[in-house]
């Protein structure tokens, strides 16, 4: 013990001598939790809409006004020529194109039915398709406004109807910040303890103390855990200064406990941080140290969770997600925020968690040479 007192009295003065890591520390979760959850949102909005009106009729007009109303689309240009909002598209001021066709009301009056033609740019594939069901789902409900004003129910209404009411669960008013924020500070949890995990072994070896420490009596294990505490407490000192910005700038306040929050990340960063000395001690430099954690970081978090449903991921994707630590985190932290689980609850995510903290550790440990 007194050895790896010694080693993390070293490794902490070494830490706070260093102005860049504490502005990465301090500054950086700050900035990017105040300005990522404006932009990561799954609601789109401002869908610019060309519209190509060939019938002017009363119909016509109350369908563009549903659609203009919703707060969705955004109308570019209200033309009769087709060729005139294609070109639109083509020069990126519209994303999509609604063809109201001659006799478009003729249609759904005499013969019950009417034909609309929809146009989208697909080259942003994610927009194109959630703008095309936006305007689908309210082309079907005009459709069904304009029906119930047709239809003259008799006293007793033979026809079966099925009505639907819904209710969102543990996330009542669908706020998309109550879903990014915890998955967001993951990430920079993970972003910070490993970049600074992975360059400080490296950095031992660049400056050239790393030679002066082989020929000291200390045991490896001492080695790696005098580097692993120290940024374990900093993970820590991140995930409050990213709590309190949550609760304080977006109103998210826990439904379950801090603690549970806090006792499976301390476990999730013993496995995180292992990894990130894993990377250090096969790396020559601290670029091929950054470049190779950035490598395995891109993977960790578009296989996540965050952005992509695991359940919609292809089967070989999702097999590598229950290998994947922040997809475990990202889970945990919005069962606990959201739907306030306990350390029952977790105790398979822990379980595993574990796992991982004593593969990477040890091979970290392992693959060490220590050299005289």
């Keep these: 013990m007194r050895t790896l007192r010694f080693l993390l009295q070293k490794e902490y003065r070494q830490i706070f001598r260093d102005k860049s890591i504490l502005r990465v520390i301090l500054v950086m979760p700050v900035i990017q939790l105040l300005v990522l959850p404006w932009a990561a949102d799954y609601e789109m909005k401002n869908i610019k809409l060309a519209i190509v009106d060939l019938d002017h009729s009363v119909y016509a007009r109350q369908l563009v006004n549903k659609i203009s109303s919703s707060g969705y689309f955004q109308l570019t240009s209200y033309t009769a020529s087709y060729k005139e909002a294609l070109s639109e598209i083509?020069?990126?001021?519209?994303?999509?194109?609604?063809?109201?066709?001659?006799?478009?009301?003729?249609?759904?009056?005499?013969?019950?039915?009417?034909?609309?033609?929809?146009?989208?740019?697909?080259?942003?594939?994610?927009?194109?398709?959630l703008g095309g069901v936006y305007l689908r789902n309210i082309i079907q409900d005009y459709n069904r406004v304009v029906r119930m004003e047709w239809i003259q129910f008799p006293k007793f209404n033979p026809e079966t109807q099925i009505e639907i009411v819904s209710s969102?669960?543990?996330?009542?008013?669908?706020?998309?910040?109550?879903?990014?924020?915890?998955?967001?500070?993951?990430?920079?949890?993970?972003?910070?303890?490993?970049?600074?995990?992975?360059?400080?072994?490296?950095?031992?070896?660049?400056?050239?103390?790393?030679?002066?420490?082989?020929?000291?009596?200390?045991?490896?294990?001492?080695?790696?855990?005098?580097?692993?505490?120290?940024?374990?407490?900093?993970?820590?000192?991140?995930?409050?200064?990213?709590?309190?910005?949550?609760?304080?700038?977006?109103?998210?306040?826990?439904?379950?406990?801090?603690?549970?929050?806090?006792?499976?990340?301390?476990?999730?960063?013993?496995?995180?941080?292992?990894?990130?000395?894993?990377?250090?001690?096969?790396?020559?430099?601290?670029?091929?140290?950054?470049?190779?954690?950035?490598?395995?970081?891109?993977?960790?978090?578009?296989?996540?969770?965050?952005?992509?449903s695991i359940d919609s991921m292809p089967v070989w994707a999702q097999w590598i997600t229950k290998f994947n630590p922040v997809s475990y985190f990202i889970e945990v932290m919005r069962m606990v925020i959201l739907k306030g689980s306990s350390l029952g609850d977790i105790k398979f995510h822990i379980l595993k968690m574990f796992?991982?903290?004593?593969?990477?550790?040890?091979?970290?440990?392992?693959s060490y040479r220590k050299r005289s």
């Design 355 to 366: 796992g991982f903290a004593l593969v990477f550790n040890s091979w970290a440990i392992l």
């Design 168 to 308: 969102n669960w543990y996330n009542p008013l669908m706020n998309y910040k109550y879903f990014m924020v915890p998955g967001i500070l993951v990430i920079l949890l993970t972003l910070v303890g490993s970049n600074l995990a992975a360059v400080n072994i490296v950095k031992e070896k660049e400056i050239g103390t790393i030679e002066q420490i082989n020929v000291t009596p200390i045991k490896k294990y001492h080695f790696v855990l005098g580097k692993l505490i120290p940024f374990w407490t900093i993970g820590l000192v991140v995930l409050t200064i990213g709590l309190l910005i949550s609760r304080l700038f977006y109103g998210i306040i826990p439904v379950g406990s801090f603690i549970t929050i806090y006792v499976f990340a301390a476990v999730y960063l013993l496995a995180v941080l292992g990894l990130g000395l894993l990377v250090s001690t096969y790396s020559v430099n601290q670029q091929q140290a950054m470049l190779l954690s950035f490598f395995l970081m891109m993977i960790f978090i578009l296989l996540g969770g965050l952005y992509t």
């Design 90 to 129: 083509e020069s990126d001021k519209a994303d999509l194109i609604l063809q109201i066709p001659l006799h478009f009301e003729r249609s759904l009056v005499k013969e019950d039915k009417s034909t609309l033609f929809m146009a989208i740019n697909a080259i942003n594939g994610a927009k194109a398709n």
